[in-house]
Antibody, heavy 117, light 106 residues
Framework: EVQLVESGGDLVRPGRSLRLSCTAF????????MAWVRQAPGKGLEWVGF??????????EYAASVKGRFSISRDDSKSIAYLQMNSLKTEDTGVYYC????????WGQGTLVTVSS | DIQMTQSPSTLSASVGDRVTITCRAS??????LAWYQQKPGKAPKLLIR???SLESGVPSRFSGSGSGTEFTLTISSLQSDDFATYYC????????FGQGTKVEIK
C-alpha cells in the first residue's frame, strides 16, 4: 500500500528548531518529488515547499513565509523526506503534512507542531 | 504568486441538493487545478485532478470543470457524508490553495 507517515511534531519554544520526517512506504521514493503542506488550527491549507527528485536536481523550493528558516531534504536510501524548521515562530503552529508532487497523493496523517512559550 | 479565491466561504445545503463551489485563479493555471475534501481532524482527500479528472473511488456525484482562471466543483446530489470543507489548489506554479468552502447542514 502506498503510504506516507509524518513524525517529529512537538511543543517547542519560539526561536528553537525542529525536524520533521516523512517516511514513505509502498513506492519507489527516489522517483518522486515530495511536498510539505501545513494547516494552522482552524485555518486553511498552506504550501510550505517541496524537494525535487534527484533526476531533476534534488533542489528545493519554499513558500515566502518560510524561506530562509525552513529547509527540505531527502534520504532516498531510507525513503524519508525531512523538513528542518529553524527560528520557529508562534505562527508556525499547525499540522504538517507531506505528499507527493505533482501526484498530490497520498497524504500522510500529519504531525502537530506547537510553537509556544 | 498565483492567488486562488474560492466562493462561497460557507454553504448551507440539504441532503439531495445540487451544490456548486467556484474557484478563481489570479492568472491562468491551464488545467492544473485540484479539488480536495477535508473532514475535521483528517488529512485532505484528493477528489479531482487536472480540473475534471475524478480520482479512483470518488463517487460520480462529484465533478469538476473549467480551465484557465475559472473552475467549479459540483456535487450533483449532496449526501450526508459530503458535509465537509472543500479546497481548490493550483499546481501549475508551485502550489496555492483556496481559502476553503465549508459545506454545512441547512
Amino acid at each position: 500500500e502506498v503510504q506516507l507517515v509524518e513524525s517529529g511534531g512537538d511543543l517547542v519554544r519560539p526561536g528553537r528548531s525542529l525536524r520533521l520526517s516523512c517516511t514513505a512506504f509502498g513506492f519507489t521514493f527516489g522517483e518522486y518529488s515530495m511536498a510539505w503542506v501545513r494547516q494552522a488550527p482552524g485555518k486553511g491549507l498552506e504550501w510550505v515547499g517541496f524537494v525535487r527528485h534527484k533526476t531533476s536536481g534534488g533542489t528545493a523550493e519554499y513558500a515566502a513565509s518560510v524561506k530562509g528558516r525552513f529547509s527540505i531534504s531527502r534520504d532516498d536510501s531510507k525513503s524519508i523526506a525531512y523538513l528542518q524548521m529553524n527560528s520557529l515562530k508562534t505562527e508556525d503552529t499547525g499540522v504538517y503534512y507531506c505528499t507527493r508532487d505533482p501526484d498530490l497523493f497520498p497524504w500522510g496523517q500529519g504531525t502537530l507542531v506547537t510553537v509556544s512559550s | 504568486d498565483i492567488q486562488m479565491t474560492q466562493s462561497p466561504s460557507t454553504l448551507s445545503a440539504s441532503v439531495g441538493d445540487r451544490v456548486t463551489i467556484t474557484c478563481r485563479a489570479s492568472q491562468s493555471v491551464s488545467s492544473w487545478l485540484a479539488w480536495y475534501q477535508q473532514k475535521p481532524g483528517k488529512a485532505p482527500k484528493l477528489l479531482i485532478r487536472k480540473a475534471s479528472s475524478l480520482e479512483s473511488g470518488v463517487p460520480s456525484r462529484f465533478s469538476g470543470s473549467g480551465s484557465g482562471t475559472e473552475f467549479t466543483l459540483t456535487i450533483s446530489s449532496l449526501q450526508s457524508d459530503d458535509f465537509a470543507t472543500y479546497y481548490c489548489q493550483q499546481y501549475k506554479t508551485y502550489w496555492t490553495f483556496g481559502q476553503g468552502t465549508k459545506v454545512e447542514i441547512k
